[in-house]
């Protein structure tokens, strides 16, 4: 990207996050996970661009900018810590994010991860065998490509029981429901499962509180085979709702949630 191009890339960007600033006056009291804001990397032609607030906190300004260690895919949505900015984590994103009102609230469920990140995570993560197996074999996609057992028809069937039982408001039933899951599943496989229902369950969970309260249609996944790691997602938004609302405690203690879920 040449000088010229680069400059309205960088004004046009923070035109941007000033709107999201706006936004976030209206969501920011929703829950503890999306009361500040995080750093926002965009990338382009395979560079991060790299914006944070300023040292008052008042608005975002361009901090600097890296070469990618590999192919980003097009439209990303993520968050992870970066080594090239003190380790921070942020939302990583493309700027098709900032096309739509759904794109920024988008950004805040990455925010979300970033909170997780901040407040919990890397403790959690230091407990469970799945990660510490992976890490012994430099597999850090392992939340991605870990080979969860998807067609048991135990695992297939309940699940789908379990669809009604978290929309009937049965809390005995969805207990049971993963009670009979951590007897059936090994260790692994149980871990996984909890850790993405909490990870990606509780950001989808205040992501839809957002999409209320700005007017926008929930993200709801259907439940039905052929099931997929999306579905915990789900499963772990609205098992975070019923635990919340039997817990109200829980609302601001990850940590708790967390633990709460792993030992039903």
Partial sequence: MDNKLKEKFIFNTLLYLEKLQQLHKQIKDI?????????VTLVEDNTFYVFDLNESGEKYEYKLESPTSMPIPKGVLAAFPLDLYYGKSSAIISD???NSLEGYIFIFHEFVHCFQWENGERDIRTTLEIERKYKEENNYMWEIN????????????????????????????V?????????????????????????????????????????????????QPKFNRIGFYEIGSKYIDLLIKNNPHLRNDIRGLYCKMLNV
């Fill in 175 to 223: 207990i049971s429901y993963y009670r009979q899951m951590r007897d059936r599943l090994n260790k692994l496989d149980y871990e996984y499962m909890i850790w993405q229902e909490w990870k990606e369950g509780f950001a989808r969970y205040i992501e839809n509180l957002m999409r209320n309260r700005v007017g926008l249609k929930p993200n709801i996944t259907k439940l």
């Fill in 31 to 39: 829950n503890i996970s999306v009361s500040k804001l995080y750093p």
């Fill in 96 to 98: 098709e994010a900032f």
């Fill in 146 to 173: 870990h080979p969860f057992p998807y067609e048991d028809l135990v695992f297939v069937n309940k699940s789908i029981e379990l669809e009604d039982y978290l929309e009937q408001g049965n809390f005995d039933g």
